[in-house]
């Protein structure tokens, strides 16, 4: 099969790059080459994978050149786009062109491929917004929701907070529509704390493996509020084999979407349950700096993902402990890519 990657140069993208050509597929990496890493991880696919997939450097706010990489393709993984809530609010004419006008032209683009290629949207549980009606207790160190003791369902209404919330919130109905009226095979995957090696993790966005990385190098990092938020945790491999299976039970997934993440049992507080894991791989007291809460911060957010397991086969694998290992590992590897 024929895919396009927009975004094939980034954390997911790359990861899914690499799955998919070895698998044996013929694949096109679509990018701008904007974003800190990006380069990196394409050194890391040549090294890896040769010349066996193709390169494409360009933008999805430019509509004609999508159109054109979109011709004949089978497959289209959207992974492009502005990703940190701050960015968004500083520079919200950006944020919007990047993500819901990007996605617009990218749905644009496979409905004018002459093939109704597959499209998947990497969405995000921020379109679920502060969460206010889910009452939160604290317990143990950490909070948690008092009412949802699986997580956050894919019915809970939608709250697009942040110009960040409201820009991706649009791509991911309008992926939904284009099922409905275009009958495009569109997935939307609402994807909660991804984390693993690629991930050039920045404050605002990819915490985890910016707290690795700076850990690494030796700089002292801000825990927001008092650490006891918690998130669930999905290893990118576990996020790669979901993009695999939603892709092969397509006649059950098309026009769905689905909360992708760790779940309940793959999950950390923010600082009072990484910082052990984390001084244990490091082996050392790691100093941090505690700010205030930030707007809009969730205290809580976790994915009930059985909706995901029951319609296409899919359960995460990796526990937090095992994949911070291997993040942790790529940091140690690769300490040059951040000073």
Known sequence: MKYLITGGAGFIGSNLVAHFVKAGHSVT????????????????LKGLLG??????????????AIARAAQGKDVILHMAGQVAVTTSVND?????????????NVLEAA?????????????????????????????NGRYVFADLPLGVPETWPLDFHSPYGCSKGTGDQYVRDYH?????????????????????????????????????????????????QVRDLLHIDDLVLAYDAAIKHI?????????????????????????PLLEALAGRELPVNFGDWRPGDQLVYLS????????FGWAPKIAPAEGLKTLWDWTQANKHLFV
């Open 29 to 44: 990496v679509y990018d701008n080459f904007s974003r800190r890493g990006s380069e990196s991880n394409l050194e890391w």
């Open 51 to 64: 010349d066996s997939f193709a390169v494409e450097r360009a933008d999805i706010r430019d509509a004609a």
């Open 92 to 104: 919200p004419r950006m944020d919007f062109e990047a993500n819901a006008l990007g996605t617009f």
């Open 111 to 139: 409905r004018a491929a002459g093939t109704q290629p597959i499209v998947m949207y990497s969405s995000t549980n921020k379109v679920y917004g502060g969460m206010e009606a889910a009452r939160i207790v604290e317990a």
């Open 180 to 228: 409905r009226i275009y009958d495009l095979p569109t997935v939307v995957f609402r994807q909660s704390a991804i984390y693993g090696p690629r991930q050039f993790g920045v404050e605002d966005q990819g915490w985890l493996a910016f707290f690795a990385i700076s850990a690494t190098v030796g700089r002292t990092f801000s825990i927001y509020g008092d650490g006891k």
């Open 251 to 275: 006649d059950k997934t098309a026009g769905q979407v689905y909360n992708i993440g760790g779940g309940t049992e793959r999950s950390l507080s923010v600082w009072t349950e990484t910082r």
């Open 304 to 311: 009930d993902i059985r909706k995901a397991q029951a319609e």
